[in-house]
C-alpha cells in the first residue's frame, strides 16, 4: 500500500509524536513502526487502527492519500484486478476485493486462515454488520461471547460493531469471503 508510510510519518510528526512516543501508545513494535514508515511493510489492519487511534484520525482519514494515490494511477478505461493484501496476524491473510473503498457503502474481503490460525480481535463502527461466507475449510466466528460456527457453503451474518475474530478449528486452510457494511472503522 503506496503511501501509507509517509502518511503515517507525516501526522505522527504533525502531532510532534516521536517513534517511540507511537509505540508505546500503541503497543507496536519500534521496528514494525519503522518498516511501515519506510514502506517496507504494510502492517495490520489492525495495528492501521491502533495507529489512527493514537494519531487522533479516523482509518479512513489514514488511508486518504493512500487510496487517492492509487486512484490518479490507475485508468478508468482499464479494467484490472485491483486488490490489497492485509497481514490480519501471524495466521491469517485479508485480500481486499474492490479499489475505492471509501467511496463505497461495502467492503469485500477474501480471508485466509492457516490451520488452527485466527484473526486478530476487531470492532467496527456501531451500526456495522457483516457477512461471511466460507468457500473452503471451517471457521467460527468469536463474537462478543458467542462462538458462531461455519463449514464450506455456509454463511453467517452478525453485528460487526461487537468485537470479534475469526477461528479456523482445522489444520488445513479455511478461506471465506466477508463483506462489512458500512466500510467504516471505529
Not at 53 to 78: H, M, T
Not at 91 to 100: C, K, M, N, Q, T
Not at 149 to 176: D, I, R, V
Amino acid at each position: 500500500m503506496k503511501g501509507l508510510g509517509s502518511r503515517v510519518k507525516a501526522l505522527r510528526k504533525e502531532k510532534r509524536f516521536t517513534l517511540i512516543d507511537v509505540c508505546q501508545k500503541t503497543g507496536i513494535d519500534q521496528a514494525t513502526l519503522s518498516r511501515i514508515e519506510n514502506e517496507k511493510m504494510t502492517g495490520t489492519i489492525h495495528s492501521h487502527m491502533k495507529i489512527a487511534q493514537v494519531l487522533g484520525v479516523r482509518l479512513p482519514d489514514l488511508y486518504e492519500d493512500v487510496v487517492s494515490k492509487i486512484e490518479e494511477e490507475k485508468d478508468p478505461a482499464i479494467k484490472e484486478k485491483m486488490t490489497e493484501t492485509f497481514s490480519r496476524s501471524d495466521g491469517a491473510v485479508a485480500e481486499i476485493l474492490a479499489s475505492g473503498i471509501l467511496q463505497r457503502k461495502m467492503m469485500p474481503v477474501r480471508l485466509k486462515i492457516k490451520g488452527k490460525g485466527q484473526t486478530d480481535k476487531e470492532t467496527y463502527a456501531l451500526g456495522s454488520e457483516r457477512f461471511v461466507y466460507v468457500l473452503k475449510g471451517a471457521l467460527q466466528a468469536v463474537v462478543g461471547n458467542d462462538r458462531k460456527k461455519a463449514k464450506q457453503g455456509e454463511s453467517l451474518y452478525f453485528n460487526a460493531a461487537l468485537p470479534h475474530h475469526f477461528e479456523n478449528p482445522l489444520k488445513t486452510e479455511a478461506a471465506c469471503l466477508s463483506v462489512v457494511s458500512p466500510v467504516s472503522v471505529s
